[in-house]
């Protein structure tokens, strides 16, 4: 069974390097991009399996990245946001732009590893 | 001071100064960018170290024995070099820095294993020596990071802090010792001798908050201190863990000396509803600022009864207070809603007395309410301490007390209060008095007005006020007002205002031979110029530009009716009222015979008789029998093929103008042909 391919977008390098030796370590490919415009320039290549990006990011924020990939891309990727501020709005906004799932930070690593699972899960195996 | 007094500076001297800050500038910028560049180089360094570490760090967070053998090599590969590192100290700062950023964003297992691997790494020892440090911030950053790392035995070093005359450090090792042991908000506040600030407060209970399983002592045990912030602290950490065992001391703190105490502890019983503390509220309230006050009737208002009434009734007498007092009224209103009503800037329409005796009503009808019940006496006592915004007399209250209406069906108490057997709707309340008036039933000045009381203050009065004061002494018709008004016409140096006086009592006493007759009224006992509708508008101001334009309303639209209280108006008014008041009675009068004057019109006074004069000065609307209808409909009749509109009688009928006999015959022949053509 091929890998599956995970695009990380975090801009905190330590967090971001953490996150993906984790994933590694559970069979996922990681890409890693540590702002907004990287992250864009990627997706114009190839749409990864799943998409995990912090909002909080620079040059595009990670609501911005859901409407790229949900209007101009026209992707149902599954996109799990990530995110320090976790008021209402940008929680609400970011579920009414098409995001899967989101998980506040301080992010539990074991945690982030279910939640792609049962997005994968929920995607590609039904 | 003239040109030639001022100094000579020579040009060679201006170069050299000139030179000399140039040079300075060019070190100043020099010096900038050199530590700028090393600046950023050293951050860049750190940036590359921090890559370099971080898959480093992540594979000593992530380990387990149960990996594979080739990742087992690696991981202890990495410990041998890492231990090799941490001989440099800057290596050491870096990675204590990675450990303390990354556990800001790092949850559960995790977060364990992080600080885990700071202990194993002995970072800690680092952050011990930060604390030896004779700067506040590396002392304060040490504490921090002993604190968010969860160094257990820093707890012993970090806590003589805590009276550290530098406020940071201070501070900070507050917010450690809490953290660090579930005791140490116990030592914290046995110890303490410096001010908690509220935001500070704030901190250490989040702080306990983010404990797990954690059981707070009893807060009120420190309720005792000598510490004043110490008790405020723990007023609120009693009111945030609910701690309501504590009734006696914080009401007994209800007695501190401090304000900030008292109205911590008032908050405290009013969230914890110590209704036992109103007695001592009421006891301390005299001797308090105004801020205390408030909160005491604020607690009163939430926890107070029927019973404290009269305390707040005495408290809106005798303060000076205009806060307090409004306090005081609004408490009484929240206990006992309604029974003050606002008393400023309302126009008394007559009925004053009788809203203080409906406000003396309530206020006893309420404190008989009350479920202790309290004796007569007292109750003459409370209402005699009463001062409501209307000030109620001692008169009103005896007013009640001293009339009976016997009641057969049930035996009261005699010390019961009056209720009386008959309910007034409160309007007729109010208002009762000003219509009696208005209807002259009853004296304007109430049963015990005596005119002799009158004639003392009348010469002091303005000519304005004899003038109407004569006007409704007359109007009154009441032979008691006969000794003023022959006062005011016997020695009333005006000779207007005495012929006023003596036609008034000339029209008294032609009432008193004969009461059967009215000639002023009409028949329902209300005197024909106050069955004007302007009558009550005109008195209700003073103004004469007010009155001038009621005057031109009443032209504009009055009626024969208006005429009596025109007339009256012409013996008591100023110039431009006079004129404009003849004026208005010669163009109604005219109106009037106008009216009379036309032919449809077919009684004089026409009232029973024709709707349309009964107005008086609308036009009457001729109304027609013959059933004529408009040409629009007539023609829609037409065009439909209703039957009424072919009939050949009521084609003359429909029209209200005259037609030629050949217009119809044109018609009827057009309407047969289309009648024709549809039954085809």
Same mark, same amino acid.
């Given at each position: 069974?091929?890998?599956?391919?995970?695009?990380?977008?975090?801009?905190?390098?330590?967090?971001?390097?953490?996150?993906?030796?984790?994933?590694?370590?559970?069979?996922?490919?990681?890409?890693?991009?540590?702002?907004?415009?990287?992250?864009?320039?990627?997706?114009?290549?190839?749409?990864?399996?799943?998409?995990?990006?912090?909002?909080?990011?620079?040059?595009?924020?990670?609501?911005?990245?859901?409407?790229?990939?949900?209007?101009?891309?026209?992707?149902?990727?599954?996109?799990?946001?990530?995110?320090?501020?976790?008021?209402?709005?940008?929680?609400?906004?970011?579920?009414?732009?098409?995001?899967?799932?989101?998980?506040?930070?301080?992010?539990?690593?074991?945690?982030?590893?279910?939640?792609?699972?049962?997005?994968?899960?929920?995607?590609?195996?039904? | 001071?003239?040109?030639?007094?001022?100094?000579?500076?020579?040009?060679?001297?201006?170069?050299?100064?000139?030179?000399?800050?140039?040079?300075?500038?060019?070190?100043?910028?020099?010096?900038?960018?050199?530590?700028?560049?090393?600046?950023?180089?050293?951050?860049?360094?750190?940036?590359?170290?921090?890559?370099?570490?971080?898959?480093? /760090?992540?594979?000593?967070?992530?380990?387990?024995?149960?990996?594979?053998?080739?990742?087992?090599?690696?991981?202890?590969?990495?410990?041998?070099?890492?231990?090799?590192?941490?001989?440099?100290?800057?290596?050491?700062?870096?990675?204590?820095?990675?450990?303390?950023?990354?556990?800001?964003?790092?949850?559960?297992?995790?977060?364990?294993?992080?600080?885990?691997?700071?202990?194993?790494?002995?970072?800690?020892?680092?952050?011990?020596?930060?604390?030896?440090?004779?700067?506040?911030?590396? /002392?304060?950053?040490?504490?921090?990071?002993?604190?968010?790392?969860?160094?257990?035995?820093?707890?012993?070093?970090?806590?003589?802090?805590?009276?550290?005359?530098?406020?940071?450090?201070?501070?900070?090792?507050?917010?450690?010792?809490?953290?660090?042991?579930?005791?140490?908000?116990?030592?914290?506040?046995?110890?303490?001798?410096?001010?908690?600030?509220?935001?500070?407060?704030?901190?250490?209970?989040?702080?306990?908050?983010?404990?797990?399983?954690?059981?707070?002592?009893?807060?009120?045990?420190?309720?005792?201190?000598?510490?004043?912030?110490?008790?405020?602290?723990?007023?609120?950490?009693?009111?945030?863990?609910?701690?309501?065992?504590?009734?006696?001391?914080?009401?007994?703190?209800?007695?501190?000396?401090?304000?900030?105490?008292?109205?911590?502890?008032?908050?405290?019983?009013?969230?914890?509803?110590?209704?036992?503390?109103?007695?001592?509220?009421?006891?301390?309230?005299?001797?308090?600022?105004?801020?205390?006050?408030?909160?005491?009737?604020?607690?009163?208002?939430?926890?107070?009864?029927?019973?404290?009434?009269?305390?707040?009734?005495?408290?809106?007498?005798?303060?000076?207070?205009?806060?307090?007092?409004?306090?005081?009224?609004?408490?009484?209103?929240?206990?006992?809603?309604?029974?003050?009503?606002?008393?400023?800037?309302?126009?008394?329409?007559?009925?004053?007395?009788?809203?203080?005796?409906?406000?003396?009503?309530?206020?006893?009808?309420?404190?008989?309410?009350?479920?202790?019940?309290?004796?007569?006496?007292?109750?003459?006592?409370?209402?005699?301490?009463?001062?409501?915004?209307?000030?109620?007399?001692?008169?009103?209250?005896?007013?009640?007390?001293?009339?009976?209406?016997?009641?057969?069906?049930?035996?009261?108490?005699?010390?019961?209060?009056?209720?009386?057997?008959?309910?007034?709707?409160?309007?007729?309340?109010?208002?009762?008095?000003?219509?009696?008036?208005?209807?002259?039933?009853?004296?304007?000045?109430?049963?015990?007005?005596?005119?002799?009381?009158?004639?003392?203050?009348?010469?002091?009065?303005?000519?304005?006020?004899?003038?109407?004061?004569?006007?409704?002494?007359?109007?009154?018709?009441?032979?008691?007002?006969?000794?003023?008004?022959?006062? /005011?016409?016997?020695?009333?140096?005006?000779?207007?205002?005495?012929?006023?006086?003596? #036609?008034?009592?000339?029209?008294?006493?032609?009432?008193?031979?004969?009461?059967?007759?009215?000639?002023?009224?009409?028949?329902?006992?209300?005197?024909?110029?106050?069955?004007?509708?302007?009558?009550?508008?005109?008195?209700?101001?003073?103004?004469?530009?007010?009155?001038?334009?009621?005057?031109?309303?009443?032209?504009?639209?009055?009626?024969?009716?208006?005429?009596?209280?025109?007339?009256?108006?012409?013996?008591?008014?100023?110039?431009?009222?006079?004129? #404009?008041? #003849?004026?208005?009675?010669?163009?109604?009068?005219?109106?009037?015979?106008?009216?009379?004057?036309?032919?449809?019109?077919?009684?004089?006074?026409?009232?029973?008789?024709?709707?349309?004069?009964?107005?008086?000065?609308?036009?009457?609307?001729?109304?027609?029998?013959?059933?004529?209808?408009?040409?629009?409909?007539?023609?829609?009749?037409?065009?439909?093929?209703?039957?009424?509109?072919?009939?050949?009688?009521?084609?003359?009928?429909?029209?209200?103008?005259?037609?030629?006999?050949?217009?119809?015959?044109?018609?009827?022949?057009?309407?047969?042909?289309?009648?024709?053509?549809?039954?085809?």
């Amino acid at each position: 069974m091929p890998k599956r391919r995970l695009l990380l977008a975090e801009d905190d390098h330590m967090l971001a390097s953490l996150l993906k030796y984790r994933l590694e370590r559970d069979g996922y490919e990681v890409i890693l991009e540590y702002d907004g415009k990287a992250v864009k320039e990627k997706l114009q290549g190839e749409i990864p399996d799943v998409v995990i990006s912090d909002i909080m990011m620079p040059y595009f924020s990670g609501i911005e990245l859901v409407d790229h990939l949900r209007n101009s891309l026209k992707s149902d990727v599954p996109i799990i946001l990530i995110s320090a501020a976790s008021n209402d709005e940008n929680i609400v906004s970011a579920f009414e732009m098409g995001a899967n799932d989101f998980i506040s930070k301080p992010v539990s690593p074991s945690e982030l590893l279910a939640r792609v699972s049962r997005e994968i899960k929920r995607h590609y195996c039904t | 001071m003239t040109i030639s007094g001022i100094p000579k500076i020579h040009t060679n001297l201006l170069w050299d100064l000139t030179l000399l800050f140039a040079i300075l500038g060019i070190l100043y910028f020099v010096f900038v960018f050199f530590f700028r560049n090393k600046l950023s180089r050293l951050a860049l360094r750190r940036k590359n170290k921090r890559e370099e570490l971080a898959p480093i /760090i992540s594979n000593f967070l992530f380990h387990s024995p149960e990996d594979s053998k080739a990742e087992q090599k690696e991981y202890v590969e990495l410990k041998i070099e890492i231990r090799e590192y941490l001989g440099d100290q800057r290596f050491r700062k870096i990675i204590s820095q990675i450990l303390f950023d990354l556990q800001k964003d790092v949850a559960g297992g995790t977060r364990e294993r992080l600080f885990k691997l700071y202990k194993e790494l002995e970072l800690h020892h680092d952050a011990f020596q930060k604390l030896e440090s004779w700067r506040w911030e590396t /002392i304060a950053q040490g504490i921090l990071e002993l604190s968010e790392m969860e160094v257990g035995e820093s707890y012993q070093l970090i806590r003589k802090f805590i009276n550290d005359r530098r406020s940071v450090i201070r501070k900070q090792a507050e917010l450690a010792t809490v953290s660090l042991r579930s005791d140490g908000i116990d030592y914290l506040l046995d110890t303490t001798r410096h001010s908690i600030s509220e935001w500070q407060q704030l901190k250490l209970i989040e702080t306990l908050g983010k404990r797990t399983n954690y059981r707070p002592p009893q807060f009120k045990a420190w309720l005792l201190s000598q510490n004043k912030d110490v008790v405020l602290f723990a007023l609120r950490l009693i009111k945030h863990y609910n701690q309501k065992g504590a009734e006696p001391s914080i009401n007994e703190l209800v007695k501190h000396k401090n304000d900030e105490v008292r109205i911590a502890a008032i908050q405290c019983i009013m969230d914890f509803h110590f209704q036992s503390a109103v007695p001592v509220l009421k006891k301390v309230f005299w001797n308090t600022s105004n801020t205390v006050k408030i909160s005491i009737l604020n607690a009163i208002s939430a926890l107070g009864s029927n019973k404290d009434i009269p305390f707040l009734k005495e408290v809106a007498k005798k303060e000076s207070s205009f806060i307090v007092v409004g306090k005081a009224q609004s408490t009484i209103n929240a206990i006992a809603p309604e029974t003050i009503l606002p008393s400023k800037d309302i126009i008394d329409l007559g009925g004053g007395k009788d809203r203080k005796d409906k406000a003396i009503a309530q206020n006893t009808e309420e404190l008989n309410l009350n479920e202790e019940g309290q004796e007569a006496t007292q109750s003459e006592e409370i209402e005699k301490e009463t001062d409501l915004p209307e000030a109620i007399e001692v008169e009103d209250i005896e007013f009640f007390d001293e009339v009976e209406i016997p009641e057969p069906n049930k035996a009261k108490k005699i010390d019961e209060p009056f209720v009386p057997a008959f309910e007034l709707h409160p309007i007729e309340q109010e208002y009762g008095s000003s219509m009696d008036e208005l209807l002259g039933l009853v004296s304007s000045h109430g049963e015990d007005f005596d005119s002799s009381d009158l004639m003392g203050t009348y010469d002091k009065i303005s000519y304005s006020e004899k003038s109407k004061l004569v006007s409704k002494l007359g109007d009154s018709k009441d032979d008691r007002e006969l000794p003023l008004l022959e006062y /005011i016409a016997a020695n009333e140096t005006d000779s207007e205002l005495r012929f006023q006086a003596f #036609k008034k009592i000339q029209s008294i006493q032609e009432d008193a031979k004969d009461p059967g007759k009215d000639p002023s009224t009409d028949g329902f006992n209300v005197p024909l110029e106050q069955q004007s509708i302007f009558y009550p508008l005109y008195h209700y101001t003073d103004e004469i530009d007010a009155k001038l334009i009621l005057l031109d309303e009443l032209i504009a639209v009055g009626d024969g009716r208006d005429v009596p209280f025109l007339q009256s108006l012409l013996s008591t008014e100023e110039a431009p009222i006079m004129k #404009k008041v #003849k004026k208005a009675i010669a163009l109604l009068k005219e109106e009037k015979n106008d009216l009379k004057s036309r032919p449809n019109s077919k009684k004089e006074d026409g009232v029973e008789d024709n709707p349309t004069e009964q107005v008086g000065m609308e036009e009457e609307i001729p109304f027609e029998k013959d059933e004529r209808i408009p040409m629009e409909l007539f023609l829609l009749y037409e065009e439909l093929g209703i039957e009424s509109a072919s009939e050949p009688e009521k084609k003359t009928s429909p029209f209200d103008f005259e037609l030629s006999q050949e217009f119809f015959l044109e018609m009827d022949s057009n309407l047969t042909t289309n009648q024709n053509g549809r039954n085809e």
